[in-house]
């Protein structure tokens, strides 16, 4: 557990694939600790967590999930039933949440929604198969409290960050930002649009980072790397990149219709393992869907399925 400013407490969680850990966050708050997100629920995450809450003077009042991702919100039930804490998550985060991890005719809609999209059924099985990897790691907790964007949590300000996940919320206290993955300082956070998620995620994303910019903190803390000293220059960072993204977007369409996934060759590459196509189609859709909003272009729907051209 690393000490930052502020008293807050750092605890770094491994997770199997890129970037290879995730962060969690300990809050100083008017009850006990607010544990923010709780890592994947690998076998030994409540002895994991046990180890690293050991020693920790006061109590974990609240556990907070940011979004629903696995790395997020895997080990909350586990992280609960060690410390008696109850968890808490937005609103609209937990519907999807349930949504997702809740039924398991997920990997089905997925699937149908990649195929209307373009892509090809090699790249689809691959897919499922990557995603029931995950299923067994994912222990969320039913029932949370649920928060809305300004809810008040011991101290801290919800605030919304869509773009990443629908629903995703950051925590917010005299200038000090947890930001969950709506900044991070090295990689620009994925922003996908993914089946019954809402209609324009990347539209959702540039106005957080705008409302960020005004928000103004002078520091933001996580899910991923190192703080970040000026979070208001890190998020014009990640609006330019967009800018340059949306640009290049644009310039992959024309007359003849092209799938979200054709798209996705000429943004991001040949050379992708499928459980990378999968993210890289979702952001190419992403920022289609956000051009087709700016008049740039036309979405066509057929049986078959979706394509866009040129406006
Ligand atoms: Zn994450």
Do not use: N
């Not at 969690?24 to 030994?44: A, K, Q």
């Not at 809810?151 to 919320?169: E, M, R, Y």
């Not at 994925?190 to 705008?210: K, M």
């Amino acid at each position: 557990m690393d000490e930052l400013a502020g008293g807050i407490r750092r605890v770094t969680l491994p997770l199997p694939t890129r970037p290879g850990h995730v962060h969690s966050y300990l809050l100083p708050g008017e009850d006990g600790w607010i544990v923010v997100d709780t890592g994947l629920g690998l076998p030994d995450a409540r002895d994991r967590w046990a180890a690293e809450l050991h020693g920790l003077p006061g109590r974990v009042a609240r556990i907070v999930v940011t979004h629903f991702h696995p790395d997020h919100v895997g080990a909350a039930r586990d992280l609960a039933e060690l410390t008696g804490a109850p968890v808490a998550q937005g609103r609209l985060d937990y519907e999807q949440c349930a949504l997702v991890w809740g039924g398991d005719d997920w990997a089905d809609v997925l699937v149908d929604w990649f195929h209307r999209h373009g892509v090809p059924d090699e790249v689809t099985s691959e897919l499922v198969q990557q995603g029931s990897l995950y299923r067994p790691f994912i222990r969320y907790q039913p029932d949370p409290e649920l928060l809305e964007p300004g809810d008040l949590v011991d101290g801290w300000l919800t605030v919304a960050a869509p773009g990443h996940a629908d629903g995703q919320l950051m925590l917010h206290r005299d200038g000090t930002l947890v930001a969950a993955d709506h900044l991070l300082d090295r990689i620009s956070p994925t922003v996908g649009l993914w089946p019954r998620s809402r209609p324009d995620p990347l539209g959702d994303y540039l106005g957080a980072l705008e409302a960020t910019i005004a928000l103004a903190p002078s520091l933001a803390v996580a899910g991923h790397g190192e703080p970040i000293a000026d979070p208001a220059a890190r998020a014009r960072q990640l609006l330019e990149h967009h800018r340059e993204r949306l640009e290049a977007t644009a310039s992959a369409l024309g007359d003849e219709p092209r799938t979200g996934y054709d798209v996705s060759f000429p943004l991001f590459g040949s050379d992708l393992k499928a459980s990378a196509r999968r993210f890289a189609v979702a952001e190419t859709l992403s920022h289609l869907e956000r051009l087709v909003l700016e008049d740039v272009a036309r979405r066509h729907e057929t049986a078959d399925g979706v394509t866009y051209t040129s406006a």
